[in-house]
């Protein structure tokens, strides 16, 4: 059984920064890959970053390229989404997943329950 938990989503204005951070326990956090989608009101669950076993390989959504940083600290069992230059449209429930590393949900057996952000325009 893994556990994840998301914490750092809330209110910010359109242009700032916000950190978000996902805690992992319960399995070997090292030996997956880890990954951060976004779902906003009405619309499909999205990807956002993915980052490798040993962080050697990341990979972004265009839409954040630039922008979102994705990072890990094995020694920690967390995973961070540095998020800056944020826009509205960022306005979404970010979750974080850890499983095989892919751009789409299905491969990710393990899910957080997902921490708000809302930027403000």
């Known amino acids: 059984q893994v556990q994840l938990v998301e914490s750092g989503g809330g209110l910010v204005q359109a242009g700032g920064s916000l950190r978000l951070s996902c805690a992992a326990s319960?399995?070997?956090?090292?030996?997956?890959?880890m990954a951060w989608f976004r779902q906003a009101p009405g619309k499909e669950r999205e990807f956002v970053a993915d980052i490798s076993w040993n962080g050697g390989s990341r990979n972004y959504a265009d839409s954040v390229k630039g922008r979102f940083t994705i990072s890990r600290d094995n020694a920690k069992n967390t995973v961070y989404l540095q998020m800056n230059s944020l826009k509205p449209e960022d306005t979404a429930v970010y979750s974080c997943?850890?499983?095989?590393?892919?751009?789409?949900?299905?491969?990710?057996?393990?899910w957080g329950q997902g921490t708000q952000v809302t930027v403000s325009s």
């Open positions: 319960g399995r070997s956090f090292s030996n997956y890959a």
């Open positions: 997943a850890s499983g095989l590393r892919s751009s789409y949900p299905t491969p990710y057996g393990y």
